[in-house]
């Protein structure tokens, strides 16, 4: 009974994996469309940007009603329409001409998918493994951050062969298939099929916190803070990254016998995949903040490295491995963090309020970005304001965040600083 069940969580580990790989494109492939929307279009970057902007707040602002469907209907059902939905967004933007049929149809229906699958998976795992819950929510969530690892040459060779409309038809109508396929094998856990929380290990909630409690604590909203602020620096390098790689004259240069753009654009997903399962397993075993502050310096440090070295294309595409390394974690660790201290009967619900935070993200580091480079005439400004942003978030795990979720867990330790003291109280209910 032990090994079935043991066996059967696994098993569903590996079929949400599969599935957050086939909604990983419409984000992490977007910058190669940019330019052919803009063609077709006739609009600006900032413009055509809105559709990323819409893509990322759809996907993120809906979360928490997608969440509660989830949770109240059937995950397999509502993930299985996700898929579909995001691969039918991408099947549609292939026949648009307008800029407001771009929005409709990459930026709604792929936003709307992606985000019901992403949700409902993570809400998912965090469920199925309560011992490993920063390795899970890390596994999953590294599907949707290397899925494209599949798709970005493809997608490159097939754009410059066929077109960018034959290529979104072809690949949405394939991915759209397999993850709606593969999310047809997915449900809950059922009693006694998934194990104890060792309490040494994983710190949780004496009681599953309903979402309209946790939305009345001042620590779920630092949580939120801290997430779009991590939200925002890295957005601003996914969604900007073919236009300053082709300001900083780098983007066609070779790189070990590759283009720099798509080289780049693929080692990126393998970083950005792995961070999530290593630094959520480092979580599990150091700690949530402790994790958080080392992960988000690391990314100040690779991005400002990165400026320094922005003409040099090996260091280019070097170094913009290390940056997304270091910011993919935070799909990991927030939701982890998350239900160890608001529960795991509302997960996936909760959890929806807090994606939100990315969709705020997604304001700053898509138009908005591309309007202060129109506006100052450079990526500067632009990468010292991420910079800016991971330091100020690594300084609230390490010296709020830290001592606020201990003292709201009711756990010893040192004694909460002054600026925490406000976090500490539980609310009525929690």
């Not at 929307?37 to 759809?58: D, E, H, S, Y």
């Not at 001409?97 to 930026?107: I, N």
């Not at 900007?240 to 066609?252: N, P």
């Not at 070990?256 to 397993?281: H, K």
Request: proline share 5%.
């Amino acid at each position: 009974m032990m090994n079935t069940s043991s066996n059967t969580r696994w098993i569903q580990l590996a079929l949400g994996l599969l599935v957050m790989m086939t909604i990983s494109s419409p984000q992490y492939v977007w910058t190669l469309f940019v330019k052919p929307f803009q063609a077709t279009t006739g609009a600006g970057l900032p413009a055509v940007q809105v559709t990323f902007t819409l893509l990322i707040v759809l996907q993120t602002f809906f979360s928490p009603a997608q969440g509660w469907l989830i949770d109240r209907f059937s995950a397999k059902g509502m993930i299985a329409f996700g898929a579909a939905l995001s691969g039918a967004g991408w099947a549609a933007a292939s026949q648009i001409d307008s800029l407001y049929g771009l929005y409709a149809t990459y930026g709604v229906l792929c936003g709307l998918g992606t985000g019901i699958v992403y949700v409902g998976i993570i809400g998912l795992m965090v469920r199925w493994f309560p011992d490993r819950r920063g390795f899970a929510a890390g596994i999953v969530a590294a599907g949707y951050g290397m899925g494209a690892i599949a798709t970005t040459f493809p997608i490159t060779d097939m754009i410059a062969a066929s077109g960018y409309r034959h290529t979104l038809l072809v690949f949405g109508a394939i991915l759209g298939v397999i993850g709606f396929v593969a999310a047809l094998g997915l449900r809950q856990p059922k009693p006694g099929e998934t194990p104890e929380i060792p309490a040494e290990k994983v710190a949780s909630a004496a009681k599953d916190v309903a979402p309209a409690v946790m939305l009345k604590t001042p620590l779920f909203w630092l949580m939120f803070a801290m997430m779009a602020m991590m939200s925002t620096g890295g957005l601003m390098v996914v969604a900007q990254f073919a236009a300053f790689a082709k300001e900083f004259g780098v983007a066609d240069a070779l790189v070990f016998g590759f283009a720099a753009l798509p080289f780049a654009l693929t080692f990126d997903r393998i970083t950005n995949g792995l961070t999530r399962p290593f630094f959520g397993w480092v979580s599990d075993n150091i700690g949530r903040e402790n994790t958080m502050a080392i992960a988000f310096a690391l990314e100040a440090c690779a991005i400002a490295l990165l400026l320094v070295w922005r003409e040099n294309a090996y260091a280019f595409a070097l170094l913009s491995g290390v940056v997304f390394f270091a910011w993919g974690e935070i799909f990991s660790l927030f939701p982890s963090t998350l239900t160890d201290t608001f529960g795991t009967k509302h997960a996936t619900t909760n959890y929806g309020f807090l994606y939100m935070a990315q969709g705020v993200g997604s304001l700053l580091g898509g138009p908005f970005a591309a309007m202060i480079h129109d506006s100052a005439g450079s990526w500067v400004p632009v990468f010292c304001i991420a910079i800016g942003l991971d330091l100020a978030t690594a300084t609230l795990a390490w010296f709020v965040l830290k001592p606020a979720r201990r003292a709201y867990l009711g756990r010893p330790g040192p004694a909460v600083s002054e600026v925490a003291a406000p976090l500490a109280a539980k609310p009525a209910g929690a």
